[in-house]
T-cell receptor, first 114, second 110 residues
Framework: DSGVTQTPKHLITATGQRVTLRCSPR?????VYWYQQSLDQGLQFLIQ???????AKGNILERFSAQQFPDLHSELNLSSLELGDSALYFC?????????????FGPGTRLTVL | GIQVEQSPPDLILQEGANSTLRCNFS?????LQWFHQNPWGQLINLFY???GTKQNGRLSATTVATERYSLLYISSSQTTDSGVYFC????????????FGTGTRLLVSP
């Protein structure tokens, strides 16, 4: 158990819909990262938050957005869903000791868009 | 950006055999992690190893940062070792994101 929790575990929805994925980082970790794992793109970084502020953006679509709340949990919002958004979405967290921290991954949310 | 390559892409072993997985990266890194993705999709942390050698039971890893590669050794493999092994690296400067390799898919048969 990494200490990072994600809900829900599975999500099945239809094209055009909007969903919210939730992540709670390990106790004490200030950074939260979101990654997407799809069959054709592999594991890719989407976005990072540090103590409530956006720190870095990767290949995140404009239809996707995220935020980190004062209690440090984070939500990833995916809207106008397309078939190609079906993927495993991981959240990871790391501490506040600088760039060399280990990133610990949650169990993931498997999104299926029909 | 940084490129991370893994080899071999696929590996089939008999239970009890040893194996070496390789990860090459194109730039200086300050974070190199190895993960095991089990058949249920979970990413399990194996090692945080930006340099040097570490061992954990039947697994060990070595990173030679100056030559930009890392190796994961699995000894006396078991069927539960099956899954996909990923290495991921983070650049020495700039963003903290991890860049993942494409993985090595390991199947250990009884």
């Amino acid at each position: 158990d990494s200490g990072v929790t994600q809900t829900p575990k599975h999500l099945i929805t239809a094209t055009g819909q909007r969903v919210t994925l939730r992540c709670s980082p390990r106790s004490g970790d200030l950074s939260v990262y979101w990654y997407q794992q799809s069959l054709d793109q592999g594991l890719q970084f989407l976005i990072q938050y540090y103590n409530g502020e956006e720190r870095a953006k990767g290949n995140i679509l404009e239809r996707f957005s995220a935020q980190q709340f004062p209690d440090l949990h984070s939500e990833l919002n995916l809207s106008s869903l397309e078939l190609g958004d079906s993927a495993l979405y991981f959240c990871a967290s790391s501490g506040n000791r600088g760039r060399t921290d280990t990133q610990y991954f949650g169990p993931g949310t498997r999104l299926t868009v029909l | 950006g940084i490129q991370v390559e893994q080899s071999p892409p696929d590996l089939i072993l008999q239970e009890g055999a040893n194996s070496t997985l390789r990860c090459n990266f194109s730039d200086s890194v300050n974070n190199l992690q190895w993960f095991h993705q089990n058949p249920w999709g979970q990413l399990i942390n194996l090692f945080y190893i930006p340099s040097g050698t570490k061992q954990n039971g039947r697994l060990s890893a070595t990173t030679v940062a100056t030559e930009r590669y890392s190796l994961l050794y699995i000894s006396s493999s078991q069927t539960t070792d099956s899954g996909v092994y990923f290495c991921a690296a983070r650049l020495n400067t700039g963003f903290q994101k991890l860049v993942f390799g494409t993985g090595t898919r390991l199947l250990v048969s009884p």
